[in-house]
Structure formats: C-alpha cells, structure tokens
C-alpha cells in the first residue's frame, strides 16, 4: 500500500489505467489517500482453430498459391572486363580514326579511313573476307572499333570494323557477301595525313528491295 498526496494519486491511477494492473484510491482520515494496486490477471489465450477434416471430395478444396509473377522486359549482364597490358605507344605511329562508309550513285560503295600520317598497308584477302593491315599505326579511342553494318545498303559490303591488331598494327576487317574485286588505296592528305579508301564494285546481285533501301548518303563522286 502507498499513501500519496491527491495530485500524486491521480496522476499514478492515469498512469496505471493503461497497464494491465486493477488499483482502488481510498481517502484517509488525514486528508491522503491510499491506493491498493493488483496485478489483473492475464486473458486466456484464444483457442486453436480446429483442424480441417479431410476432404471426401464433397467441398471444393482451397486453390494452391500461385507463383510468383516475373514481369517481362529485356535484361542484360555486362561481361566483366579483361585486365589488359598498357601498350606502347610509339609517338612515330599513325592514328586510324573515322572509319566510314557510303554508297555512290553508280551502285558502288567506299569505305573510307582517316589517318593522322602515311602507314605502310598490306592487303590479305580471302574468299569472302578482305583484310588491311595498316602498319605503323593504332586506334586510340575505342569508338573508332564500332562496326559498320551495312544492312540496308546494296552493297557486296556485309560489315566492316577497325581492331587492333598485336602492337603496331590495325587492322580493316571487311565481311563480305558475295566474291567481289576490292581495291584499296592511300591518297596522302595535308600536313603528313593521309586517307585509305576502299572501292567496292557493284553486286552481282541485288541484296536489298529498291522500297527497302537507305537513301544514298552521298549522290556522286567528286
């Protein structure tokens, strides 16, 4: 039992309201008041549901949860990246850049390099394959490395990308789809550059419906 002061009293049975406690204030003969507190006994807990009986195939049985949806869409992992070996760059090398194609107005086509001086350029040549390699020279910026898809161009010209060969070599790697003559040239450019063009004659065939074609980008040789 506590004897408290009226104001300490009822601020003890607030307090005490909102637990699980029973309590009763009493006024004494001297003015207090006394407060009897009992622990109020805990609920029951609620009892178990009972068990389901078994079904007899009479009551329609609650349906499985169904999977989790995966929504759909497009995903990709970008392949973690092969530690390379820093090359050495010779400042006496030639830098291949803007690698390009076009179309003439004649239905042959040109692929074309920028170069920032004169390489020495062997030609390999395969059955549907024709290789350049530029000696003397490198790609710098890896952009340059892109392919050129020729998809909806009529052209014997499939694809055709700069890579970098072993050190002091890029190379111009041109797909071809059909067996075709193609001649290569390097036209010497102001202040030591210098440009490799590659002609590329007429299809035999055509690979691409006149209605499906994409404008000719440039209408006639200069």
């Known amino acids: 039992m506590l004897r408290l002061s009226a104001l300490g009293a009822l601020g003890l049975a607030c307090l005490l309201s909102s637990t ?7 006024k004494t003969e001297d003015g207090g008041y006394k407060i009897q507190i ?8 609620a009892p178990a549901p009972a068990p389901a ?3 007899d195939g009479s009551a329609a049985e609650a349906p499985a949860a169904a999977p989790p949806s995966q929504a ?20 006496r090398w030639a830098i291949a850049t803007f690698p390009g194609f076009r179309m003439n107005a004649d239905g042959t086509s040109e692929i074309s390099v920028q ?20 000696k003397n020279s490198y790609v710098r910026w890896s952009t340059n490395t892109l392919p050129l898809i020729t998809t909806h161009f009529n052209t014997p010209v499939s ?8 050190a002091g070599e890029t190379l111009l790697v041109i797909q071809l789809r059909e067996v075709a003559d193609v001649r290569s040239q390097l036209q010497v450019g102001p202040r030591g550059t210098s440009v490799l063009r590659v ?3 007429k299809p035999a065939k055509d ?16």
């Open 72 to 91: 759909g869409g497009y995903a990709w992992k970008d392949p973690p990246r092969r530690s390379r070996r820093p090359v050495k760059i010779d400042p």
């Open 38 to 45: 009992e622990r109020a006994a805990a609920p029951a807990p």
């Open 207 to 222: 690979y691409v419906a006149r209605d499906e074609r994409a404008p000719n980008p440039v209408l006639s040789r200069r």
């Open 20 to 26: 699980a406690l029973a309590q009763q204030v009493t």
């Open 53 to 55: 009986p078994a079904g």
């Open 199 to 201: 002609s590329i004659p």
């Open 115 to 134: 170069l920032s001086k004169k390489p020495e350029v062997e030609v390999r040549k395969g059955e549907r394959t024709v290789t350049l390699v530029l």
């Open 159 to 166: 694809s055709a990308r700069l890579t970098r060969g072993k």
